[in-house]
């Protein structure tokens, strides 16, 4: 008798499972930490900066949209070339007012522009490497004058969150400066708690789309120091929108209440390779390139590596973002991403790299075919992935190992060009025009012990220079769609680096509480949280229950 | 008190090498700050912006030597320096978010474990083969030999995730309440009580029984004293001796963290700040977490070397 008092009296005490109230939205914050530090700083999105920063209170002047390819209208309404393609105006909302009440013109365009022409180091785009100057003829119109024709440009500076002159002008260092109190045109701007482990943004009361939009009240954030803490809050259902991995999701997130638990994992996001040192032996060969990559079983590796949650892919290195863009012939010349041992073996022959006694192929130099595919440690689904890699090499006679190493050692080798063999990333670009200026123009290919961000295979074709040079200069879309596809022949005859599978935009939704998520069904926007700015174009829309 | 004199003599040399240690080891791993710092930001950023972010975030060419200047004047003046992972906020900022509840929550669960450790190893000496004796020893050593974070995970499957009686993470709710604070840090601290309290119940079971041995607590008993204070002040009290160093050592790693610990109860603390910082070379906040953790070591064997000269006499007459 009494141990049942006792227990009772436990669970009275024991404080009930946290539900936010109703209308607060709980995201899932992108930086895993175990504690918060008030940073609402949104034009050094690098430092440790809250997610409403840059997600919900500054909004640019369009927002892009992965899933669609459109540029959504936001503080801007429309924009027009000049005819020589030099000058662009933008026209700006009207009515648009920042959460302290001032109205925002086209002066805090202009303002914004030349402060981070002032602390370079908040010209994270790169903006002012193409841009000469930033003008506002009137309250609501902003001209831009590039410094040569420059189309992919239109990305980056449409994409600058904007910040209010009134407050930023006084501003000493705008680089350290960790805004508390933000004023901002967005949905939620007003900090109404800021916990160690907690926050909470609730709506900007002179928001634009007031008042349909936003619906939910507020958001609130609570710190995960890793993914497992923000998986467990998730299947919990103590988070709405999350973007973090989660293992086998269908079975313990989708599964545990299949009305109201979805995932959308569209392979959006930038791709994973195999990187091969052009620029050492035999691998400048695109022969050998091309039969290393028929050595690989992707879809053993999607299977494995993934859990299935992405597609092999296919020669032309793009993700489905760049769909628009893919010249299905280019798709099916590229053969060398097909499973295929027997030919590996063949081309390989044909190279002059033939097997020896021990069943290993030489080098031309005499020397046994040793490499090490190299990885970081810790990232458990390439790891996997190179494992499946490692065994198709061997099959092909070559005596490949695995090795990994720790993160920043592995960066090093890989950005110095020390490595023979290594898994990669590839960075997500709007148009096929970054990917494929990072993978073949001679901009980015560096020496062998010169660190580069990109290229790190370090191949360059003149051919490529060209075609990104026209790319650059045209704003016509059937001339882009034609270089573009000139670009994938050539990236498949070429085989610079070797595409293993794009990468998929992580995505996961409780709709107990709000609906209006985008997913498969209702593709509008891709769905996961950590796009700046594209998580704007969920925030607006969701609806509580 | 000369031998206390020679302690802080040696205590000083001890701050400066681990103040010297806390700038050298953090350079010695491999990999670049700056390319560190780009690579956790890949896709959000031109690749063309590192350079001059590799300006704001301070990273600088000049030589180890006047490197290691600057670092000390700062040192000296209290300036950890901005942290990189978290920048633009201060070092002092970043550990002081967690100091406090790592100090808190580990300083209270060895505190405990220490104590309880302790007593249950008198009592199970005093009454070799008593029932305590027969049946905690092993079952300690059994808890203990689980890892650390696997215990971890299972009381809050448990008791947080399955039976609800407790909060699943963070160090307090959305009020700030010590109802709230207590109930968030039960769980992490009963992980670190009984994975830790056995091998204090054991080290002071072993000691004790040798010193049941020694004739003056025979002598003792002869005497007629009253057996509960032949055992505790007769016996425990010399028994403790060698613990308490132990323990000094034992406070020392509290700030180092349970790591694991805080980490599944998504605690805030020093311990997941040092992984963070060491994964993003981000030295300023390393050499931080190094110096506040030396010094808390330093700091605590000073205390105990205190302790211990006023619970050992023959510490105290070492000069004579």
New interface residues.
């Given amino acids: 008798m009494r141990w049942t008092i006792l227990l009772a009296v ?2 009275a ?6 539900r936010a109230e109703p209308g607060v939205l709980v995201v899932e914050e992108k930086e895993q ?5 008030r ?1 609402f ?1 949104p034009l ?5 900066v809250r997610w409403p920063a840059t997600h919900s209170m500054y909004e640019p002047l369009f927002v892009y949209n992965w899933e669609t390819g459109e540029y959504v209208p936001w503080l801007a309404t429309g924009y027009r070339w000049t005819p020589d393609h030099r000058g662009l105006r933008l026209d700006l909302r009207t009515g648009v007012k920042w959460s302290d009440g001032t109205p925002m013109t086209s002066k805090d365009v202009v303002f914004t522009f030349e402060l981070l022409a002032k ?3 908040l ?4 903006v002012w ?1 193409f841009v000469e100057k930033v003008d506002a003829p009137d309250d609501h119109t902003v001209d831009v004058t590039f410094k040569r024709v420059y189309a992919p440009g239109f990305y ?1 500076l449409v994409q600058q969150p904007i910040v209010a002159e009134h407050v930023w002008k006084d501003v000493a260092d705008p ?4 805004n508390p109190n933000p004023i901002a045109t967005g949905p939620f701007t007003e900090v109404t ?1 800021f ?4 926050y909470q943004v609730d709506r900007n009361p002179y928001y634009w789309q007031l008042p349909d939009r936003p619906r939910v009240k507020a958001i609130k954030f ?5 993914n ?2 923000a998986n ?2 998730l299947v ?1 259902g103590e988070v709405d929108w999350a973007g973090s991995f989660v293992p086998a999701i269908d079975r313990i997130f989708d599964g545990r209440d299949p009305e109201h638990h979805k995932h959308w994992f569209p392979p959006i ?2 791709g994973v390779l195999m990187y091969a040192n052009t620029k050492r032996a035999p691998y400048g060969d695109v022969r050998v390139r091309k039969a290393l990559s028929m050595a690989i079983d992707r879809e053993l590796i999607v299977a494995v590596g993934m859990y299935g949650y992405t597609r092999p892919a296919d020669a032309t290195g793009l993700n489905d973002a760049h769909k628009r863009y893919l010249d299905p012939g280019a798709v099916a010349a590229g053969d060398w991403v097909k499973h295929d041992p027997a030919r590996a073996n063949r081309l390989l022959d044909e190279a002059g790299l033939l097997r020896g006694s021990d069943g290993v192929r030489r080098l031309p130099d005499g020397s046994r075919w040793e490499v090490d595919v190299e990885v970081p440690a810790g990232f458990t689904d390439w790891v996997r992935s190179t494992q499946v890699i490692v065994r198709g090499l061997r099959e092909v006679g070559i005596d490949a190992d695995m090795k990994t190493y ?4 592995w ?2 080798r890989i ?1 110095s060009g020390e490595f023979a063999l290594s898994l990669g ?1 590839s ?2 670009y709007p148009t096929p025009y970054g990917f494929y200026r990072a993978m073949m123009s001679s901009e ?1 290919a560096r020496a062998i012990g010169e ?1 580069s ?2 290229n790190w295979h370090r191949f360059s074709s003149s051919r490529a220079d060209e075609l990104l040079r026209a790319l650059e200069e045209t704003l016509d879309p059937a001339t882009e769609l034609a270089l573009t596809q000139e670009l994938e022949r050539l990236f498949v005859d070429n085989a610079p680096a070797i595409p293993l599978f794009p990468g998929p935009l992580w995505g996961a939704y409780n709709s107990e509480r709000f609906t209006g998520f985008p997913d498969e069904a209702h593709p509008y926007a891709p769905l996961s949280p950590n796009l ?1 700015p594209g998580a704007l174009l969920v925030l607006t829309r969701l609806v509580p229950r | 008190m000369k031998y206390l004199a020679r302690r802080l003599a040696f205590y000083l040399v001890a701050a400066w090498a681990s103040i010297t240690l806390a700038f050298i080891i953090p350079r010695l791993m491999p990999g670049d700050p700056a390319q560190a710092l780009f690579a956790r930001f890949h896709g959000k950023l031109k690749p063309e912006a590192i350079e001059s972010l590799k300006e704001a975030f301070g990273f600088t060419h000049e030589s180890l030597w006047s490197q290691y200047g600057s670092y000390l004047r700062h040192v000296l003046t209290g300036d950890l320096g901005v942290s990189v992972s978290y920048f633009p906020a201060k070092v002092g900022d970043v550990i002081a978010t967690g100091l406090v509840w790592t100090l808190f929550l580990t300083g209270f669960a060895v505190v405990i474990s220490y104590a309880l450790g302790t007593f249950l190893g008198i009592v199970s000496a005093w009454r070799r083969r008593g029932w305590i004796d027969r049946t905690l020893p092993p079952l300690f050593v059994f808890l203990g030999a689980f890892p650390f974070f696997w215990l971890a995970m299972l009381l809050l499957f448990v008791f947080g995730y399955t039976l609800g009686w407790t909060p699943v993470r963070h160090a307090y709710g959305d009020d700030f309440t010590v109802w709230s604070v207590l109930t968030h840090a039960a769980l992490p601290a009963i992980t670190i009580v009984i994975a830790t309290a056995g091998s204090w119940m054991l080290d002071m079971r072993n000691t004790m029984i040798g010193v049941l041995g020694e004739d003056y607590i025979t002598l003792a008993h002869a005497k007629g004293l009253h057996p509960r204070r032949v055992m505790l002040r007769y016996a425990a009290r010399n028994a403790l001796l060698p613990n308490i160093t132990g323990f000094g050592m034992a406070l020392g790693f509290v700030l180092s963290g349970s790591l694991l610990t805080e980490i599944v109860f998504s605690y805030p603390g020093q311990g997941y700040l040092l992984i963070q910082a060491v994964h993003s070379l981000d030295y300023p906040l390393i050499q931080g977490l190094f110096l506040t953790i030396t010094m808390a070591v330093l700091g605590a064997n000073l205390l105990v070397d205190c302790v211990y000269v006023w619970l050992d006499p023959r510490a105290r007459g070492g000069a004579k």
């Fill in positions: 436990l669970c005490a024991c404080a009930p499972r946290s930490t175990a504690s918060f530090i940073n700083n050094l999105e690098v430092g440790d602390f370079r180091a010209d994270l785009r790169g490497s980056y680089v350290t400066w960790d708690t916990e160690t482990q907690v609570m710190a995960f120091p890793s497992d803490q467990f809050a919990d996001d930038g720790d993160f920043n050692a960066y090093d950005q990333w960075e997500p980015t660190s961000p990109e700046e």
